[in-house]
């Protein structure tokens, strides 16, 4: 992987405004008509749950949570995008707690770590920005409860990337919204690899949805997984 923790911090700390500007109170429409519903479908939130949200971003999906009585923990490794987010999800200040933590880095996340484990996790659209995953897995492992899962969106690797290479892992400059400040650092890692790392971290594949964006009826643009911890 080509590019540094440090140099994908600062860029997103450049687009931090741009993007929550973007996204407003409700999130775009490809996050609310091809992100959203199956996460939530699979993510099946209640009530009772105790959620990590990973890669927040403005928060809004942690605002989605907390409208339905949720408790969640919502970190993003750009200070800036933390600050807008806690701008932002005000009226949610006693279900949200915002943090700045590292997803590289697994001693940053188990700082998160409260009285009780998680119930769940989440993580919409980020995997494909993080440049290394498997501190992210180790950790979140931990972090739940035996039988709690985690789901996350991202790109699909077979049909999104600027390259001819699908099974060497590799990165490369590219936009997420038209007009953004700065060319943001993606990742890109074949599904076995993505899998693989699920598996190696104590994981099981029990949820798995692929899903096309618009005119895009029969090329899927994101997959939405769902891992469950195994005792």
């Given at each position: 992987m080509k590019y540094s923790t440090e140099e994908s911090k600062v860029i997103w700390n450049q687009n931090a405004e741009f993007w929550d500007n973007a996204m407003g109170d409700e999130s775009n429409d490809f996050h609310r008509e091809v992100v959203r519903p199956k996460v939530t479908e699979l993510l099946n939130p209640n009530s009772s749950d105790y959620i990590l949200d990973i890669a927040c971003g403005n928060g809004n999906y942690s605002a989605y949570l907390a409208e339905k009585g949720i408790s969640v923990v919502a970190f993003d490794y750009s200070d800036r995008m933390?600050?807008?987010?806690?701008?932002?999800?005000?009226?949610?200040?006693?279900?949200?707690?915002?943090?700045?933590?590292?997803?590289?880095?697994?001693?940053?996340?188990?700082?998160?770590?409260?009285?009780?484990?998680?119930?769940?996790?989440?993580?919409?659209?980020?995997?494909?920005?993080?440049?290394?995953?498997?501190?992210?897995?180790?950790?979140?492992?931990?972090?739940?409860?035996?039988?709690?899962?985690?789901?996350?969106?991202?790109?699909?690797?077979?049909?999104?990337?600027?390259?001819?290479?699908?099974?060497?892992?590799?990165?490369?400059?590219?936009?997420?919204?038209?007009?953004?400040?700065?060319?943001?650092?993606?990742?890109?890692r074949s599904l076995q690899d993505i899998f693989n790392l699920c598996f190696e971290n104590g994981f099981i594949i029990d949820g798995f949805y692929e899903e096309c964006y618009k005119s895009d009826k029969e090329l899927p643009m994101v997959i939405i997984v769902r891992i469950r911890k195994v005792a």
């Open positions: 933390i600050e807008l987010a806690r701008r932002r999800q005000t009226k949610y200040v006693d279900k949200i707690e915002f943090c700045v933590a590292d997803a590289t880095r697994k001693e940053s996340l188990m700082a998160l770590k409260k009285n009780r484990q998680f119930t769940k996790a989440v993580s919409n659209m980020a995997i494909m920005d993080i440049t290394d995953i498997k501190p992210l897995l180790m950790a979140v492992y931990e972090l739940l409860e035996d039988g709690g899962i985690f789901v996350f969106a991202t790109q699909h690797p077979c049909f999104v990337t600027l390259t001819d290479k699908y099974m060497t892992p590799h990165s490369y400059y590219e936009i997420a919204i038209e007009g953004q400040p700065k060319k943001q650092c993606y990742y890109h």
